[in-house]
């Protein structure tokens, strides 16, 4: 009897499976369609990253239409405007009133107040007047057109090129070639230059825009890298032409982010690389053309400006060496569903070491950050002991101009402290506290101070 219930139960077992059987099978393939489905419009979108919202041409400058398209890049790119410290760098918003002068309610700190030993270095010059921490690309072309330098010394058009879009206006002016549209901004003072220009840095100014490809747009670069490239033996270089696309990720920005000087009195933007991209090579090259910004204040020294070096320090460094490029760590890439783009919130990238320091660096954001402020807080350190000499020495200078010390003595001092001073500026304008290149920033501010030292042992015996 118990045998026959057994039998009854397994057969009713068997009866069930089929539908069993059915049911798991439906609801696999309901999901491997469904995952199947999902993949298929991923890759679409993938295929299709952006949606052809209005046609863009050579033309059009204003970001806005093009983040029509690129709606998740615009967004980004209209981030620049955040102000966030780091610890050596970035801006914190300071309020200020308006005036029919100048129609800023924010800007930065000053970091000749911060630091008064730069109006010591600076003195006559525009600089020793305004100068500001930095903040977004969102505000390089008011900061320009709005900052005291303008009243203290009245700027060159040439300013523009590094501030504003100028690819169409440069199109404009020059008729259809950016060179002698080029030619006649940089002659022009800078206030009717600035009548030529409408945005800042702007899409148009590194995107073709008909495949989106980074390409460079300002003459001055276009020339500068060129030369560069000749002295490693390839001639006839063409930067649009032969540059791979990772070195483009680094040229676009170094098409601002370098050294530079006016060039003649047409005032022509040039970069100043015959001789190499160190520190004093470029110096070599400045002392072989007898080139001055402005005669010191204090001790009538022939003196050169340093600007903002970034793309020279970062070539001698570790990440240029690596073929790490700018964009890699200051526009890290970053997932929009199925789309890799690159985050047009340019910015420290400590301020997004998960997306930028770690992709590389598997560490946690504390050591990355520890790591970083022990490379610039060692710069730091050199630079104020490169610093306090060259002030010290430009003190002694103006006794010894006090006591009235002409001839050979006097005027070889100034020529050290020509030298002293634009290698320290060259590591204190470069904006990142030595980060791009630590052994090379201690390599120029002991330059720096070898030169100094020199010039105070020449003029002992005279104090």
Known sequence: MAE?????????????????IIAVTAIVSFILTALLINIFEKKQEAKNPFYKVVDLNDDITDPAMWGK????QYDG??????????????????PRIPTDADPRSVVTQSKIDEDTRLKTMWAGYAFSVDFREERGHAYMLEDQTFTMRQKASPQAGTCVNCHASTYVP????????????????????????????????????????DNMALRVTRPAFISGIAVVKANEGIKNYDVNRDATRQEMRTYVCA????????????????FPWSNGLHADEILQYYEEIDFKDWTHKITSAASIKAQHPEFELWSQGIHSRSGVACADCHMPYKREGAMKISDHHVRSPILNASKSCAVCHKLTEEELKDRVDRIQDTTVELRNVAMDALVEFIGEIETLKNKGLTGKPFEDAIKFQRKAQFLVDFVESENSMGFHAPQEAARILTLSLNYTRQGQKLIAKYL
Not at 255 to 270: A, I, M, R, S
């Open 255 to 270: 098409q601002c982010h370098v050294e530079y000087y006016f060039k003649g009195d047409g005032k022509t933007l040039t």
């Open 4 to 20: 026959k219930k057994q039998n009854k139960k397994t057969g009713k077992w068997w009866k069930k499976l089929p539908v069993t």
């Open 69 to 72: 398209n690129f709606p998740l």
């Open 77 to 94: 790119y209209k981030r620049t405007v955040d102000m966030e410290r780091t610890r050596y760098g970035g801006s914190e918003a300071m």
């Open 170 to 209: 440069l199109k404009i002016l020059g008729n259809g070639d950016i060179f002698k549209g080029f030619d006649l901004i940089n002659a022009m003072p800078y206030m009717e230059a600035r009548k030529h220009v409408e945005f800042a840095i702007a899409c148009i100014d590194c995107h073709n825009p």
